[in-house]
């Protein structure tokens, strides 16, 4: 099982490559891959057990989690190295049929209400494990994401663990769900385990996922940043959509291993 301390150095490695994959394939979305990884890539190199299950409900943040299914050894070198291509697997959202996912998400909103049929169905058959979902914070305003919000606190899912990727964006904006509104209405529905953690932080991330101390659903409150690691990318509009340029990539590239 991977160290803690050299996640950071894979996950600087990881950043590298997905900026060199979104300036090849030009697709979008590279400033919220880069805000969650550091979440996704703890989940799956430590956390996750053979009966656990994940649910990528913000699925603009593909690339991150293909990177990591990658890193894992889930997704096989053939079907990587076809991102982007036409007819391939892999596309800007996650498809059902790729290994190691679920379901299909992307449509916002979705990945809540998925995780909390997943985790009464576990109950209802006695079947151990735990199901994780990663939500961004504008998901947030979406009512199925409210309705599921309410009904995992009815149910006490206590094998549920909600992650919450506060980049501070959504879309065009800044998200009107920053993290004391999360925090808030969350905690008004009833979910009693609120943790609000530092999302650069591989030790905190793991404390707060892992973590088998449970009598009810959990979230956790990545605290992040869009383009999280590219100093010069950080907490700018433009990389929620944009794909750096080959100038850029080299320069963002240069940038991370500055350090
Ligand atoms: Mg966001």
């Known amino acids: 099982m991977t160290n803690l301390q050299d996640m950071y150095d894979i996950a600087t490695r ?14 979008a979305h590279i400033g919220s891959d880069l805000s969650c990884l550091n979440v996704l890539l703890t989940l799956y190199a ?15 943040a593909a690339l991150a989690l293909y990177s990591v299914l990658h890193y894992v050894g889930i997704l096989k070198d053939d079907i990587y190295s076809t991102l982007g291509q036409d007819g391939s697997l892999l596309g800007e959202h996650p498809l059902y049929g790729i290994d190691g996912l679920e379901f299909a998400t992307g449509s916002l909103g979705h990945g809540l209400p998925l995780a909390a049929g997943m985790a009464l169905a576990k109950k209802m058959s006695s079947e151990g494990g ?28 206590d094998n549920l663990i909600c992650a919450i990727d506060s980049n501070l964006w959504q879309a065009y904006d800044r998200t009107l769900f920053q993290i004391d509104k999360v925090r808030g209405v969350f905690g008004a529905a009833g979910w009693e385990d609120i943790r609000v953690i530092d999302g650069r932080k591989f030790e905190d991330i793991y404390n707060a996922l892992a973590d088998g101390n449970r009598n009810g659903p959990r979230l956790v409150i990545s605290k992040s940043i869009m383009a999280l690691g590219v100093k010069s990318m950080e907490d700018q509009l433009e990389w929620h959509y944009r794909p750096p340029t080959r100038e850029q990539a080299e320069r963002f590239i240069r940038e991370i291993e500055e350090g």
């Open 14 to 27: 990881l950043r590298k490559e997905l900026i060199t994959k979104h300036m090849e394939t030009g697709m």
């Open 130 to 157: 735990f199901i994780y979902v990663l939500l961004s914070d504008g998901e947030c305003q979406e009512g199925s994401t409210l309705e599921a919000m309410n009904f995992i606190a009815r149910e006490r899912l």
């Open 46 to 60: 430590k956390v996750m057990g053979e009966n656990d299950k994940f649910i990528l409900s913000k699925g603009h």
